[in-house]
Nanobody, 117 residues
Framework: QVQLVESGGGLVQPGGSLRLSCVGS?????????MGWSRQAPGKQRELVAS???????NYEDSVKGRFTISRDGAENTLFLQMNSLKPEDTAVYYC??????????WGQGTQVTVSS
């Protein structure tokens, strides 16, 4: 059974940094063609924040470009999201996902990120 487990969320002041981690079971990141991080703020639709393809290409939502970095540690089967210069509008539940879209995608349970002074 494939599982994705996120960690690293929390409360941070504006301008601060957090590093989210997502550990995958079953070598999911090895066979996935696309993996990424999405977020959902209260009252808003879920949005894709950052993605990484099996070929190494990355893509970022406009509001996080230059501040967020997605990366993968293949040996540890872990996906990361480094978030710098955090803003209150980055507050959301962040979800890790991976798979072979649109055929099949797996999602984690989410981790809360709150940016507030």
């Amino acid at each position: 059974q494939v599982q994705l487990v996120e960690s690293g969320g929390g409360l941070v002041q504006p301008g601060g940094s957090l590093r989210l981690s997502c550990v995958g079971s079953g070598s999911i990141f090895s066979f996935s063609t696309m993996m990424g991080w999405s977020r959902q703020a209260p009252g808003k639709q879920r949005e894709l924040v950052a993605s990484l393809t099996s070929g190494g290409s990355t893509n970022y939502e406009d509001s996080v470009k230059g501040r967020f970095t997605i990366s993968r540690d293949g040996a540890e089967n872990t996906l990361f999201l480094q978030m710098n210069s955090l803003k209150p509008e980055d507050t959301a539940v962040y979800y890790c996902h991976a798979g072979i879209p649109p055929l099949r995608s797996y999602w984690g349970q989410g981790t809360q990120v709150t940016v507030s002074s």
